[in-house]
């Protein structure tokens, strides 16, 4: 496997379930956060990524299972925008600890906890070495954190998203299903999104392949993976756009 191209500025979507741990499924496990807050405030310290973040909710509340229950989808998705904001604040405290400075930016406004998205703001806060926390998603129901990293990717002129998962790249069946499932080193989106293969939600690679925006698949919480998929090390599988 050859080596990819290094990253300056990034764009890190951890979902929900990266701050839980596994075996008990939802809620915040704070030495998890912990563990990735650390390797990412090293990252920014020892190579000055640029890194901006978007958090996901759902270890905590995501819209279409809550309005399966029969709640309005748009107050449902609301409090999946909420949860994000939870994770957002907790992943923040643990980075300033790990000993970055920060930012964290909602698109809902709640100045009290933080600061509004403002696009500008964001790429200078960047500019200067500080961590930049996107929480609320996109403020608009009906959209997930997938579509939001997409969105604030292409907004901050991040070179990529890095998306962490569970897995340590995109397959072409369920590895966990599948002990024959093979994975793809790369892979273009189209393929991807035709194969229905698990790498983000439909809107969101169709805003990467139509903008040229990269996704990097790999496992989070594998120690240094996330220095070595900025470092441009094949670790996990890139989606071409
Ligand atoms: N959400 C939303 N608009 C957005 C982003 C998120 O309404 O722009 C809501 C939606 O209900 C979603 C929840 O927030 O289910 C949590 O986000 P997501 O499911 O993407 O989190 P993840 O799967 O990454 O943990």
């Given at each position: ?40 405030a ?5 190579d ?8 996901g ?11 399966a ?26 980075l ?75 397959y ?70």
């Open positions: 496997m050859t080596n990819r191209t290094p990253y300056k500025r990034v764009l890190l979507k951890l979902s929900g379930e990266a701050f839980s741990d596994p075996k008990v499924k939802g809620g915040i496990d704070p030495s998890i956060v912990r563990q990735v807050a650390r390797e990412i090293d990252l920014q310290a020892s000055g990524t640029e890194i901006g973040i978007v958090v909710g759902g270890n905590i509340f995501r819209g279409n299972s809550l309005s229950t029969g709640m309005d989808r748009s107050s449902a998705d609301h409090m999946g925008m909420l949860a994000t904001v939870i994770n957002a604040l907790a992943l923040q405290d643990a300033e600890k790990a000993g970055a400075e920060t930012r964290v930016q909602s698109a809902v406004s709640m100045q009290e906890l933080a600061e509004p998205y403002i696009r500008r703001r964001a790429m200078r806060h960047l500019e200067k070495g500080r961590v930049v926390i996107f929480a609320a998603g996109l403020g608009a129901p009906y959209f997930t954190t997938d579509t939001t990293a997409a969105q604030r990717a292409l907004e901050i002129g991040a070179e990529a998203i890095l998306k962490g998962t569970g897995v340590d790249g995109v072409d069946s369920d590895p966990k299903v599948n002990p024959d499932a093979t994975r793809y080193d790369e892979i273009a989106a189209m393929s991807a999104l035709n194969q229905g293969l698990g790498v983000m939600d439909a809107t969101a690679i169709s805003l990467c392949m139509d903008n040229g925006m990269p996704i990097v698949v790999f496992e989070l919480l594998c120690e240094g993976n996330i220095r070595r998929v900025v470092r441009g090390e094949p670790v996990g599988t890139l989606v071409t756009a």
